[in-house]
């Protein structure tokens, strides 16, 4: 990390920004009912919200991993980036597929199937299938591995690494049908784009600028208008390079907003993005049960325009509340044993024998 206290601040709301933004299109597709709602004016702006926000969120997120990396892949060795990150972000990986496993389990035999985000997998086979591929609601963790020891091996030749990204994303972007790992190969180039251009990023985005933002939003606007009128989103390099001013948009936006306010809260979570990322997506399947049990969304939609209102607010509360119970139970279980699953144990070594009884 840079040692530029105002460069962390600047780190820590892009990281709040990224993860709160996930969260909130989890809500949207998954807890708004589209039977009930699909005619609501507010729905189909959400709808539209939540699809012109996939090329930021999480590109955004691998671009702040991949800069916050950078130290370790160039200077440590493999011993102390095994041990250090890559063993425990892969504990931290297999502990919440197993327990978001377990839930979706849960959910399906004592809830309504039938509205489940992705129904769970029922057999060792599938279940061995979807962890080493990574199709998983915590798909982020075993990205995050997997670029980690890809940039690791190729760090000394930066060019060669870069290409390889852009290869890597342009071919899954435009022929993998599989959501896990076309997710996989499109991001790569945003995490490797942040470890291998991180100088260049902290030069240029020290301060907010107003000619790039307003470029970088025009052309951000102008893509999406094309993307919208001529289905270009799996055209080669086209989401590619759409993401990355977007990316430079919302910097450039949060810079801004920086110089007049502190912004304490959304920082806090950019501090502690993983227990959010891990935890949010049990709590939104158990929401759309409840909401579905309630039967919530019949009343609302037959409301009018107070329907109307509450459909456009309630994701975004929905967001706040559900950030604020990943935080809060983080802390809880960090407070005992339940800190295991969000670190890798280590057996204490004293470097004596124990002794016999």
Known sequence: MSADPKRLEWIDAVKGASILLIVFYHTIIFCLDEQFLGDLYSHRILVILATVLVPLRVPLFFLVSGFLAASAIDRKSWGSVFHGRIANISWIYLVWFILQWITALLVFHLGNPDIMPRDPAFNLATLTHDFLTGESA?????????????????????????????????????????????????????????????EQINSRFKAFSTPRFLATTLISLLLLGLASKFSLMRAPGFRMVLAFMMIFAAIDLLSLLSRYFKMTLLKRIGQNTLPVYVIHFILIQIIIQ?????????????????????????????TALISIMCLTLHKWLMSGPGSILFTLPHRPSTGKLPARE
């Open 138 to 198: 915590t798909w982020y963790l075993y990205a995050l591995v997997l670029y980690f020891i890809f940039s690791k091996i190729i760090h000394h030749s930066k060019i060669i690494l870069v290409g390889l990204a852009v290869v890597a994303s342009i071919y899954a972007d435009t022929f993998i049908e599989s959501w896990n790992l076309r997710s996989i190969g499109q991001n790569i180039i945003f995490f490797v784009a942040g470890y291998a251009f991180k």
């Open 290 to 318: 409840l909401i579905d049990t309630l039967n919530v969304y019949e009343p609302v939609g037959e409301q009018g325009v107070l329907g109307e209102a509450i459909i456009i607010i309630l994701p975004f509360l929905l």
